[in-house]
Each structure stands twice: as structure tokens, then as C-alpha cells.
């Protein structure tokens, strides 16, 4: 079965210094991995995905995250923190081709950016 | 593009009412589904339809809730009785295609509801 850890539930930087969300996943076959933003009182954005192409994917606002089979983890990452980036992160793992069609949420990674 | 649309964005009501959440998904989006947040369980999905059609609704709680899809363009999640245990944000999200799990779901701001 699919699984998705995001090791830190709650992530504190300062405005313009590196940040890093852990997200880790367990999948029996080539999955499909997303990372959604969450700001207060508004639904989920999509911030970028991986679908079996390139490893390194480039999403909005500057985020990145890199997919790596061997360490079965897709970190997000952006340079530099802006206060605006402040929301609940979520890794999300597709549930198996052809199968439901279902995603499975981490259970989020709060981000602080401190002036 | 319009997004998906949720109304009402906010509701409060007694416990025993019936509550109808409604949702508008993105035109072209044949898959459409419903999660329920709440800061002890997280996001949990309800039901989800594709073709208007309930694929999968494992995830209502109770017989309480039902969830309808009469047509493309129109889906709504109906609570009755309600309950105060019920007082969630409740999502609903589109996508395009049935089954292919490399297209993102793109996910409406929400009904707050609050059953007091």
C-alpha cells in the first residue's frame, strides 16, 4: 500500500534563508508524488508534481523538489523563505494506476517564516 | 479559468438540522471528490465520483451523509441529522480523467461548518 511521511510537523525559518519540508514515501510501484500548499481559511494549491519524468521538478513561487527512489524522499525546497510562504505544506502520494484514482495526504508540515 | 466553487463558504447550525454543501467543479473535470479536515484527523476523503457516478464512498462516516452528482457540473454533500461532531472544514476537489494518477486534483476553498 502507499504511504506518505512528512517527518516534520512543524518547520520554523527566518524571511530569506533556505527552507526544506521532509517528505518521504512508500509506494510498490513508480508513483505519482505532489506537494500542496494550504493557507489559512483556503483550500489546497498545487505547488508542483512528479510524474516519472525529470527527478528534479520546478513548481510555483520558486519551489523545487527532487525525487529520489533511492532514499524514497521528495523534499521540498525553496532559496530563499518569503513571509508570504507561511501556509501547511502536504506531501501527497497517487494510489495506484488504474486503481481509484486516490490521493494520499501526509499528515502536513506547518512553515513559519520569521521576519 | 474559474476554479472549483463551494458554497456556502460558511455555515453554522443546530444539531439535528439538515446541512447541503454544494459544489461547482472546473468544466472538463470528470472526476470529482469530497474530503472532510478537522485538526484531529486531518484530511480524510468522504466519496468520489467519476462520470457523476460514485466510484468509492468508503469514507462516509454514517449513514447520515449522502453525497449526489446529477449532472457534470453540480455535486452536493447532504448531512442528516446533523451533529456537532460533524464540524469540519469539508473540500471538494476536480480532475481531469478516471483512474489516471498523474493529473492533479484541484481543490475549492471550502465550507466551514460549525454544528452547535
Known amino acids: 500500500a502507499q504511504s506518505v511521511t512528512q517527518l516534520d510537523s512543524h518547520v520554523s525559518v527566518s524571511e530569506g534563508t533556505p527552507v526544506l519540508l521532509r517528505c518521504n514515501y512508500s509506494s510498490s510501484y513508480s508513483p505519482s508524488l505532489f506537494w500542496y500548499v494550504q493557507h489559512p481559511n483556503k483550500g489546497l494549491q498545487l505547488l508542483l508534481k512528479y510524474t516519472s519524468a525529470a527527478t528534479l521538478v520546478k513548481g510555483i513561487n520558486g519551489f523545487e523538489a527532487e525525487f529520489k527512489k533511492s532514499e524514497t524522499s521528495f523534499h521540498l525546497t525553496k532559496p530563499s523563505a518569503h513571509m508570504s510562504d507561511a501556509a501547511e505544506y502536504f506531501c501527497?502520494?497517487?494510489?495506484?494506476?488504474?486503481?481509484?484514482?486516490?490521493?494520499?495526504f501526509g499528515q502536513g508540515t506547518t512553515l513559519q517564516v520569521k521576519p | 479559468d474559474a476554479g472549483v466553487i463551494q458554497s456556502p463558504r460558511h455555515e453554522v447550525t443546530e444539531m439535528g438540522q439538515e446541512v447541503t454543501l454544494r459544489c461547482k467543479p472546473i468544466?472538463?473535470?470528470?472526476?470529482l471528490f469530497w474530503y472532510r479536515q478537522t485538526m484531529m484527523r486531518g484530511l480524510e476523503l468522504l466519496i468520489y465520483f467519476n462520470n457523476n457516478v460514485p466510484i468509492d464512498d468508503s469514507g462516509m462516516p454514517e449513514d447520515r451523509f449522502s453525497a449526489k452528482m446529477p449532472n457534470a457540473s453540480f455535486s452536493t454533500l447532504k448531512i442528516q441529522p446533523s451533529e456537532p461532531r460533524d464540524s469540519a472544514v469539508y473540500f471538494c476537489?476536480?480532475?481531469?480523467?478516471?483512474?489516471?494518477?498523474?493529473?492533479?486534483?484541484?481543490f475549492g476553498d471550502g465550507t466551514r461548518l460549525s454544528i452547535l
Open positions: 501527497v502520494v497517487s494510489d495506484q494506476p488504474g486503481n481509484t484514482g486516490k490521493l494520499i
Open positions: 468544466s472538463g473535470h470528470n472526476s
Open positions: 476537489a476536480s480532475r481531469k480523467g478516471q483512474g489516471v494518477s498523474n493529473q492533479p486534483q484541484h
